[in-house]
């Protein structure tokens, strides 16, 4: 098992910054890809970045690649996404799961925490 737990949301200004962080407990960290998914209300679950396990193979949404990065830290268990340049529809709850092997596809990931809600006003 692997927990997971995001941090990091708020309500933020067109334009603004934030970083997501989610921390991993459980069985080895660096075993696991990681990814970044949002869920806005009405709307499917959708990918916004996902990190191989040695962080050297990374993929972002076309909605979010000029604007983010995906990173992380093995040795504090923990994965980051950097978004800058919000927009309002960037508004949504955002989940971070671990797979093993990295991906897109949601389904294929086994282990998501509850989300951190992120709302960014026009």
């Known amino acids: 098992q692997v927990q997971l737990v995001e941090s990091g949301g708020g309500l933020v200004q067109a334009g603004g910054s934030l970083r997501l962080s989610c921390a991993a407990s459980g069985r080895t960290f660096s075993r696991y890809a990681m990814g970044w998914f949002r869920q806005a209300p009405g709307k499917e679950r959708e990918f916004v970045a996902a990190?191989?396990?040695?962080?050297?193979?990374?993929y972002l949404a076309n909605s979010v690649k000029s604007r983010s990065t995906i990173s992380r830290d093995n040795a504090k268990n923990t994965m980051y996404l950097q978004m800058n340049s919000l927009k309002p529809e960037d508004t949504a709850v955002y989940y971070c799961a671990a797979a093993s092997l990295i991906g897109s596809v949601a389904a294929n990931y086994d282990y998501w925490g509850q989300g951190t809600q992120v709302t960014v006003s026009s």
């Open positions: 990190i191989n396990w040695s962080g050297d193979s990374r």
